[in-house]
């Protein structure tokens, strides 16, 4: 059984590989949302996509200038909006349940390493 909850200020990750149907886990302290296997891969997928996105425009970009980008698949959709070094992500569940979620532009940070380390699948 692989039980694994990372959290920090602002931030909640969680993946539990024996349960039936929904292993995955996000959220904040005030809110969280249980994810299917394909939305949480999806999720850390298309989350680092968009950090490398943010990244790769950093360069185009005026100091003050703040871009929005967004990354979807078929079950979920996120939105990173903000400066490439200092954005909020916003997700929504686009299938069954539904759901929507934010993290500050703190806690993203510590949510992208956390989703780099995460071994899940």
């Known amino acids: 059984m692989v039980k694994r909850i990372q959290q920090g200020e602002g931030w909640r ?18 809110w969280s949302l ?12 298309l989350t680092l996509q968009l950090a490398d996105t943010m990244n790769a425009i950093a360069s185009e970009l005026m100091d003050e200038e703040r871009v929005s980008c967004v990354a979807e698949s078929e079950v979920i959709w996120l939105e ?9 992500l916003r997700l929504m569940l686009l299938t069954g349940r539904r759901g929507e979620g934010e993290w500050s532009t703190s ?15």
């Open 80 to 88: 990173a909006e903000g400066f490439p070094e200092a954005y909020e």
């Open 107 to 121: 806690a993203v940070p510590e949510l992208l390493n956390a989703i780099r380390l995460i071994d899940a699948f």
């Open 34 to 45: 249980e994810l299917t296997e394909i939305e949480l891969q999806d999720f850390c997928r």
């Open 13 to 30: 990750l969680g993946v539990n590989s024996d349960a039936p149907l929904y292993p995955g886990l996000v959220g904040t302290e005030s």
